[in-house]
């Protein structure tokens, strides 16, 4: 799919999830003079609008959104507007409450919240699918559209569904994966605890069962889970083409925090443009963790802008406890985001609810109104971004290293009856990528099924699951003279989660030059010596050299292994490939992350007093650096126009 952007000339878009619906009309003119006030640009309209639009089956009401579109166009306000489809209306569930999803233990999801839905559902799809095409057919002429929203978050509640119609959707696509009962069995070693199936119609989703339910039908299971989403997507893009062949269609991926379900590498290419969602998580990395994800958004979308379609000016509502954001926050947040690539800062939600459950989420304009210092903040933005509209276009600039994502190890690894249920994939790579930023080194998030050309470093923390192919990659990578790391837990199973017999890492062991007889996890709170004073926790394996020129970066000083190695390095040709067998802690990976990163010949282009105090990405021709801290810092260093950085402030310079 040959990617568009929503329109020709240059500006950073900027708005929100607009919901008219909630407010009496007199509000919706308040609302559009608020937004000329803050610049707003474009908003994303109707997203749960599928009650009020279709009040009963086949009667529309749309008067009231031509009205909103035509005030908006008025305004000089575009609209992504979605399709509408994301939350059914109580009148569908009732004459069908078969569209409603089954968890795993064959409870039924009802009505009263929200994407109450089975992705799986032949009449779902049929309703959907109306309202899709009557949506394309009364706005396309629209001058007010500019691109469409399909549905909202796909995914975000209704990923897994064990329902009749998933048993039946599953089963056609096993028998596309396998063509044969005898491959599938194979695949799934049913061979194991009597498993084996004779006919198709056995199959089912891994419903709550009596022991761990067999691992490949796990895996598989989020394989489709993830496969029928994106045919969902397919099935209303193609509604959009045929009716509306010139206007860009996106859906909002949710790239952050532990949202896993959906192998958004998969889906990327599926859309017009990448739109991601992003809400910070409390905790010592969350910032960091908000780069990452834009990072990785990035990287989707092939180095292209990106549209940020959502994130919170201040808290949210749906996390334990929710934090306000603090000053400076608002701004840094979007800029960081802008930073990796997105040419569009949007929220959820223009006007803060009065009801409902998310009535506690901040929003553009706050319950105090305009007459705030939210408000205030959010205008400051506005005219920020006006100035940056130069930006607007220019692709990410790649780094020299990256850090390997994948969604099937994510999946695998962490599934049950492991050595461990302690091990975290997400949070292993963001510590490796934190370690990046605390050194001031230029990392790319990069899918593992990106090219991996133009880098010299490579850090693939628990890439688990290794077809052969991607180990003929990674050989390739290294043997063309790159440098590759990777961790504890990588390159154990194939695609159907065996096992790569004779020592893990399977088909990484002669690259590495490490055999691997066992691992030895450790328990929550344990950790292990290594030389050099550094320490490791979660994971150790018991490693044999099988090259002798592999040399040993650091040794276990004490657990199971005392006086093996635990940090290996191989050179290979002009590169080299090192493992990491153990969970190193952050003092430990930063000194070992410098001396491999400087073998690799990748070195920060910070200097030294700015190295881990900012952020630097790279846009074509503009620096962004994000101040990671709580200082005001001199930059003036960096050679650009403005000499210092506020704390928790973003400078926009020339490369
Ligand atoms: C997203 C969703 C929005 C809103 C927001 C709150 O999941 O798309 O509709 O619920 O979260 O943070």
């Not at 569930?93 to 009263?112: D, F, K, R, S, Y």
């Not at 290594?530 to 050299?545: N, V």
């Amino acid at each position: 799919m040959t990617p568009r952007w929503l329109r020709t000339d240059s500006r950073i878009e900027y708005g929100a999830d607009y919901n008219p619906e909630q407010w009496p009309r007199e509000v919706w003119d308040d609302d559009v003079r608020a937004m000329r006030e803050a610049g707003v640009t474009i908003v994303s309209l109707a997203i749960f609008s599928w009650a009020r639009i279709e009040p009963a089956d086949g009667r529309y009401d749309f008067a009231w959104l031509d009205e909103v579109m035509d005030l908006l166009h008025a305004n000089g306000i575009s609209v992504d507007l979605a399709t509408a489809t994301a939350s059914p209306p109580p009148w569908l569930t009732t004459a069908h409450p078969e569209i409603l999803p089954v968890n795993h233990e064959g409870q039924i999801l009802w009505q009263g919240g929200r994407q109450h839905w089975r992705p799986t559902s032949p009449v779902f799809r049929e309703y959907a699918l109306r309202l899709v095409r009557t949506m394309a057919q009364r706005y396309a002429d629209h001058p007010a559209l500019v691109a469409w929203h399909v549905s909202n978050e796909l995914g975000c509640h209704n990923i897994y569904d064990y329902s009749d119609d998933a048993a039946q959707a599953f089963r056609v696509w096993l028998r596309n994966r396998y063509g044969t009962v005898e491959a599938l069995n194979e695949a799934w070693g049913t061979a194991f605890w009597a498993q084996r199936y004779g006919e198709w119609d056995e199959i089912l989703p891994p419903r709550l069962a009596a022991s761990f339910p067999n691992p490949t039908q796990q895996f598989d299971f989020k394989r489709f889970s993830s496969d029928v989403l994106k045919d969902y997507l397919r099935a209303e893009r193609e509604i959009l083409r045929e009716l509306t062949p010139d206007v860009p269609v996106t859906t909002n991926f949710m790239v952050m925090g532990e949202t896993k379900g959906m192998n958004y590498a998969d889906w990327a290419a599926e859309v017009d443009f990448v739109s991601n969602d992003h809400y910070r998580l409390p905790g010592a990395q969350s910032l960091d963790e908000l780069s990452f994800s834009a990072n990785l958004t990035g990287n989707l979308a092939g180095g292209r802008p990106w549209f940020l379609m959502e994130h919170s000016t201040s808290a949210v509502n749906w996390q334990p406890v929710n934090l306000a954001k603090r000053p400076g926050e608002l701004s840094r947040d979007a800029l960081t985001h802008v930073a990796h690539g997105a040419d569009a800062v949007c929220y959820f939600q223009w006007r803060q609810s009065r009801a409902g459950a998310e009535k506690y989420h901040s929003g553009m304009v706050p319950h105090a109104g305009t007459d705030s210092q939210l408000f205030r903040d959010v205008v400051a933005l506005g005219s920020r971004l006006r100035e940056l509209s130069y930006v607007q276009g220019r692709r990410r600039t790649p780094a020299k290293a990256a850090i390997l994502f994948d969604w099937e190890s994510w999946w695998a690894s962490e599934q049950d009856s492991h050595p461990t249920e302690l091990l975290k994939y997400k949070q292993e790579a963001l510590d490796w990528y934190t370690t990046f930023l605390d050194l001031g080194v230029r990392v790319d998030v990069l899918p593992a099924s990106a090219s991996f050309d133009g880098y010299d470093l490579i850090v693939a923390p628990i890439l688990h699951v290794m077809p052969s192919s991607l180990a003929s990659r990674l050989t390739s990578f290294v043997e063309g003279g790159g440098h590759l790391v990777a961790t504890y837990f990588s390159g154990i199973v194939d695609e159907n989660d065996h096992i790569w017999l004779g020592g893990y890492p399977g088909p990484l062991r002669d690259l590495l030059g490490v055999r691997i007889e066992e691992f030895a996890p450790l328990l929550e709170g344990d950790t292990v010596a290594l030389s050099d004073g550094l320490e490791g926790t979660l994971w150790s394996d018991r490693i044999d050299l099988i090259d002798p020129a592999t040399e040993v970066l650091a040794t276990y000083k004490t657990g199971d292994y005392a006086g093996r190695p635990a940090v290996t390095r191989r050179a290979a040709g002009a590169g080299s490939a090192s493992y990491v067998s153990t969970k190193l802690a952050p003092n430990a990976l930063a000194p070992l992350l410098k001396d491999l990163a400087g073998r690799a010949g990748v070195v920060s282009e910070l200097p030294s007093e700015l190295r881990g105090r900012v952020e630097l990405t790279v846009r074509e021709g503009v620096r962004f650096v994000v101040n990671r801290t709580d200082e005001q810092l001199d930059i003036s260093s960096l050679g650009g126009p403005e000499t210092t950085l506020a704390a928790r402030g973003v400078a926009v310079l020339p490369a």
